[in-house]
């Protein structure tokens, strides 16, 4: 008994401070955009800064079609099989490197010719640091992992903040600096990443799908930036335009935070199928407690967010469904994870479309008459939709994502 009680802690305290030092990590990306967007602290040149910030959901975009998931399936993999391993560099250059260069062919038009470098190369590079970042995690190697986040956004804004208090930094320069974190990041997770020595070699056969699960989830929680960025042009970026930029950073800190957790918690609380009603109710029961935390802790959190913003007071009927948003989260992430390490990612296809589906007739609607409030409840409803779907519908029969 004691022995137990002992090996429990201790594990408890390893998922502690695993969270801890990722958490640092994550929090400090997010203040970094957070800082931008509420124009409060740092003054950037607004050309430039709205360039960045667009490139960056761009250059996240793109990265999230030619990494089609890997991550999350080599997380699943590892957690279930601690000998097994993924080679990041095959996939890189086999399935990565040709969807980062259609996807660069875009940008170049969109952008320019410099933009389009920078994102084929740090596609590239962030596709190969998320793989061994997962694995890593997996194992449970949490500083190490912390550390290599540190090495690219914290140290990207950590750059960009130093170099503009000595001038308004060009869209070029801070383009290179981007690119400069992402290669850091990168020959830090390769010189720490695990030894084949003793472990076998699994290849996804999942990519296609993964790929659209990947830009279906993208979709699922960012629909509502999407279609800012197609009708919000007509609105000539006035003030309610920066206030929703402003707003939808929120939830994208709290996913930042409930990322990490999720790394350190769902391999332990992961939803395990088949399920019940009553089982669901049980284990709601069973984290009555973490619940009622949860949603307390995100409530405070989003009132005192909103006194960051540098602008007129934002109306509170327009931060509720940012707070629905917020809290639909966890539970989001914990059923992709739970899909995936099971093998139902038929059934996670099928709750993807039909909750991006939802976002595309609101979206119909929005195009004859486009109203900032009703856009911000597409990725709420679809999040609902996706939950209540997936706690519902039955999950069919599960299959291997690897070989």
Known sequence: MNISSHDSRSELTRAFVGFISLLGSSVISAIGFIIIASNRWVSFDPASAVSLILFVQWQTLGLTIAKTGMEQVVFAIVTENDKAYLEPARYVFKKAAPLAGMFSLVVLFVFSPWAACVAFCTILLDTWSLIIMADLNARKRFKTTALSNLLNYPLF??????????????????LAVFLASSCL??????????????????????????????????LLFRADQIVLAVLGLKMQMNGSVGTYVFLAKFPEL??????????????????????????????IKGYYGYIVSYVAAVTVALFAYLYLWNGEAIPLYLAVPFLVHSLCIVLVNNITYS????????????????????????????????????????VPVQLLLFIGISLTLKWGRSRELYG
Request: glycine share 6%; hydrophobic share 50%; charged share 10%.
């Open 339 to 378: 899909t995936l390490r099971q093998g139902y990612l038929q059934r996670l296809l099928v709750n993807l479309t039909w909750s991006v589906l939802a976002g595309v007739v609101i979206f119909l609607f929005l195009k004859y008459d486009f109203s900032i409030r009703a856009l911000s409840w597409i």
């Open 254 to 283: 709290v996913a930042g935070v409930m990322v990490v957790a999720g790394a350190v918690y769902f391999p332990r609380m992961y939803i395990r199928y088949p399920f019940d009603s009553q089982a669901l109710i049980s284990t």
């Open 185 to 218: 990041r990168w020959l830090w997770m390769r010189c720490n990443q695990t030894t084949r020595a003793g472990r076998h070699e699994v290849d996804c056969t999942a990519n296609v799908q993964m790929g659209l699960q990947q830009a279906l989830n993208y």
């Open 157 to 174: 804004f950590i750059a960009i903040f130093s170099l503009n208090y000595f001038g308004r930094l060009s869209t070029a320069v801070t």
